[in-house]
Each structure stands twice: as structure tokens, then as C-alpha cells.
């Protein structure tokens, strides 16, 4: 019976990745519409247009594989998505010193190849390739946008521009916000850095089978939402600037996706939970194990059992020894968590930075 259950959960799981994937596909071809009638009237409103365009793309590029089943792929497709829908947010409340630092990112970039000319002439024949620097530019560069540029565009730490962010959204907005970025940013940063993976380990396929389904299929069904979320967050910042009647058409497919993706992300978190809950529960009995045996260390299968018969322990309890050395030596899940239960849909924002 239970076996029968999980086949028509797993059934249901991949019917509902299959509806959203389908609804991607149409948001992406509404979407590249809208924006592809974008005629920006100056360079600060190119900014967000521009940014709208990269991200439509990469939302484009994400759906697809998605559609492959490439889960991890997919989430580091999302992150530089993630970073633009908050450069995008950031240059709209602050249009001029946007319009500044993209010109001074470019020449930042530029001193770089300077400076990899000069390290490695063999590449550029010996050839400095653009204006050297002044008296403390390229110092005073490094300072706002780090050695390579590591800082972005906005100069600014990825946690200051969701808090600023967050503070211009209504409060179920910046809930997944920070959502996005406490639970999926830590995520790809457990991709990038695979000894901090907790999801990607043999306790993650553990938790999945618990749940119901694989450890792929989960993975793709929530980036696929948190780049419909960015995505359309993004879209927001330039909806000014689109067709009153695609405007429209966007604004219904948001309302539709929300409604679709919520319903399903809701359902797969509480059984992921679940599957949490009951993998700890495993862990008290780990403790009752290694807590027994210690008890029990002294103990001669010949001697009188402990729990008070005069019958050898061997043959009394010998069936609670088993299960003791089955379990006492079992890793505990809870000890290697990074995500503790109260935080497991969540995450903390020092988590992610």
C-alpha cells in the first residue's frame, strides 16, 4: 500500500513540474514580447531595461534545463539572475550615481587588461590597450568595486541590497525575498563549495525517499520558482516602460504563476519538513542506542540481565543488544545539518554570504 502511495506521489509531483514548466515557456514568450518593445529614453532607463533583457534570457536558459532535469546547473543559472534583479532595484532608487558607476565599472575593467597586458605582454604584443590611469584611479576603483570586481557594479555587500530591497516591498514580498536568498543563495553556495552540501548527500536522497520523491525534481521545482519570482520582480522595474497591454497580459500571468507555483512549492515544503521531522526522530533513537550501550558495556552475554530476571542477558534482552549496535554507531543527521529544522525552509542571511 505504501509503496502504491509514493508511485502516485511521485506521479503527481512530475504532472505538476510538467504544468509549470508549461506556464515558464509561455511567460518567456509573453515576456521577451514585452521587453523587446522597450525603447529606453535615456541611459538610466536603458540600466533597467538592459538588466530585463539579461534576465530574460537567463530565466529562458534556466526553463530549459530545467526541462532536462538539471537541477544544479539550473540554481547557478539563477544566481546571477538574482544579482541583477537587485542591481535593477538599486538603480532605480538611485538613477544618477547608477548611470556613474556603470561608466566606472567599465573603466575599471579596462585598467585591469591594462594591468594583465603588462603582466603577460606576450598577449597583447606588448601593447597597453587602453588610456593608463590617472593620479589614484585605479586605487580609488578597487575601493568601490574590489581587486576584480568582485563587489558588482553597485559597489554594495549582497546582504545590504536585499535588506534595502526588502524595505520597498510589501511584507509577503519581501518574506520571499528573503526566502530567495537565505534558502536558495546558501544553496548555490553549497554547489559551488560541495563540502558544505547538505542536500546533495546520502541524508539528502534519505530525506527525499522519505518525502516522496527525488532530490532532482524538488531542486528543479524550486528554482523554477524562485526565477519566476526574480523574474517578474525584475519586470516590475521596467513596467513603466512596456505596452499598457503587454503590462496587462504580464500582470495576469503573475497572478496565474503565483497561484500555480505556491500551491505545489507549499505541499513539497511541508512533506520535505516532514521527511525532516522523521529523520531526527531517528536520531533519538541513536541517542537511546549510545546511552544503552554505554549502560550495558560491562554487561556478559552469561550474566543476569539487567532488567532484573534471573535469565542470561543473551537470552533474555538479546534482541535489544541487536538493536543497539544496530544503531549506536549510526551518524546522527541533526549533527551534520546546516539547516537546522526551525530554519529548514529559511535559512539565515550570515548563512548566505
Known amino acids: 500500500m505504501l509503496k502504491k502511495k509514493r508511485a502516485q506521489h511521485i506521479k503527481c509531483v512530475h504532472r505538476e513540474l510538467k504544468l509549470e514548466l508549461g506556464f515558464s515557456n509561455r ?27 539579461s534576465s530574460m534570457a537567463t530565466y529562458d536558459a534556466l526553463v530549459q534545463l530545467v526541462s532536462s532535469g538539471h537541477d544544479e546547473p539550473a540554481l547557478m543559472v539563477w544566481r546571477p539572475m538574482f ?12 538613477p544618477k550615481l547608477a548611470e556613474q558607476r556603470f561608466e566606472e565599472l567599465h573603466r575599471h575593467t579596462q585598467l585591469r587588461s591594462n594591468r594583465i597586458a603588462v603582466d603577460m605582454p606576450a598577449l597583447t604584443h606588448g601593447q597597453i590597450p587602453f588610456p593608463p590611469a590617472e593620479s589614484g584611479e585605479e586605487e580609488r576603483l578597487k575601493k568601490i568595486f574590489g581587486e576584480y570586481g568582485t563587489r558588482g557594479v553597485t559597489g554594495r555587500p ?22 530567495c536568498y537565505r534558502t536558495a543563495y546558501l544553496q548555490s553556495n553549497q554547489v559551488l563549495h560541495a563540502t558544505s552540501s547538505v542536500f546533495g548527500n546520502d541524508e539528502g536522497e534519505f530525506l527525499s525517499e522519505l518525502a516522496g520523491t527525488s ?4 531542486s528543479c521545482r ?13 519586470i516590475q522595474t521596467v513596467s513603466a516602460q512596456l505596452h499598457p497591454d503587454c503590462a496587462a497580459s504580464l500582470l495576469r500571468l503573475e497572478i496565474e504563476g503565483w497561484s500555480l507555483f505556491n500551491e505545489a512549492i507549499k505541499a513539497q515544503t511541508e512533506s520535505l519538513s516532514g521527511a525532516v521531522k522523521v529523520r531526527l526522530a ?15 558495556a560491562e554487561v556478559d552475554h552469561s550474566d543476569p540481565c539487567p532488567c532484573g530476571s534471573s ?6 534482552h538479546r534482541e535489544y543488544h541487536v538493536l543497539i549496535e544496530r544503531w549506536a ?3 546522527k543527521y541533526g549533527d551534520a545539518m546546516l539547516l537546522r529544522p526551525d530554519r529548514f525552509a529559511e535559512g539565515t542571511v550570515d548563512d548566505a554570504r
Open 27 to 53: 511567460l518567456v514568450s509573453e515576456g521577451w514580447r514585452g521587453l523587446m518593445g522597450i525603447e529606453p529614453h535615456d541611459d538610466v532607463r536603458g540600466i533597467g531595461a538592459s538588466l530585463a533583457m
Open 83 to 94: 544579482e541583477r534583479m537587485l542591481t535593477a532595484h538599486w538603480s532605480e532608487r538611485h
Open 158 to 179: 549582497m546582504h545590504g541590497l536585499v535588506q534595502d530591497m526588502a524595505k520597498d516591498l510589501d511584507e509577503f514580498q519581501a518574506s520571499n525575498l528573503l526566502g
Open 215 to 218: 532530490t532532482a525534481v524538488e
Open 222 to 234: 524550486f528554482t523554477l520558482f524562485y526565477g519566476y519570482w526574480t523574474l517578474m520582480r525584475v
Open 282 to 296: 531517528i536520531d533519538d533513537v541513536i541517542d537511546q542506542a549510545k546511552e544503552a550501550r554505554s549502560h550495558l
Open 311 to 316: 535469565t542470561p542477558y543473551g537470552d533474555c
Open 329 to 331: 554507531d549510526v551518524p
